[in-house]
C-alpha cells in the first residue's frame, strides 16, 4: 500500500514536497516513481528513482524537480521548486518491485493534486 501527501495549491514560483511512503516489504530491487496526470491526458513520468540510487527526470522538470528517498522509511519524496502553472495535476506514486523469478509487482497511490496558480 502506498500512501501519498504533500499536494495542495501554490503560487507560480513556489515549492512543494510530495511524500509516498510504503507499507510491508519493499525489497532490494525496484524503482519508487511519481506520474502526473492531466484531466483528458494521459498518465506521464515526472521522476524515478531506483534502488540503487538512479535517477530519471522528465525534460520539463529537470532542474526544478528533485526525487529522493529514505529507505529506512520506504518512503520516496518529489521537491518540487520553482512551480508553474503547467505542473499542475494528480500526482501520483508508483512501486514497482523486482523478485527473482516472480513477476514484477506494481502499485499506485491514491493520487494527491497539485494546483499551481499564476
Known amino acids: 500500500q502506498l500512501v501519498e501527501s504533500g499536494g495542495g495549491l501554490v503560487q507560480a514560483g513556489g515549492s512543494l514536497r510530495l511524500s509516498c511512503a510504503a507499507s510491508?516489504?519493499?525489497?532490494?530491487?525496484?524503482?519508487m516513481a511519481w506520474y502526473r496526470q492531466v484531466l483528458g491526458k494521459q498518465r506521464e513520468l515526472v521522476a524515478n528513482m531506483a534502488s540503487g540510487g538512479s535517477t530519471n527526470y522528465a525534460d520539463p522538470v529537470k532542474g526544478r524537480f528533485t526525487i529522493f528517498r529514505d529507505n529506512a522509511k520506504n518512503t520516496v519524496y518529489l521537491q518540487m521548486n520553482s512551480l508553474k502553472p503547467e505542473d499542475t495535476g494528480v500526482y501520483y506514486c508508483n512501486f514497482i518491485r523486482f523478485r527473482v523469478g516472480m513477476s514484477p509487482t506494481n502499485d499506485w497511490g491514491q493520487g494527491t493534486q497539485v494546483t499551481v496558480s499564476s
Open positions: 510491508g516489504t519493499v525489497g532490494s530491487s525496484n524503482i
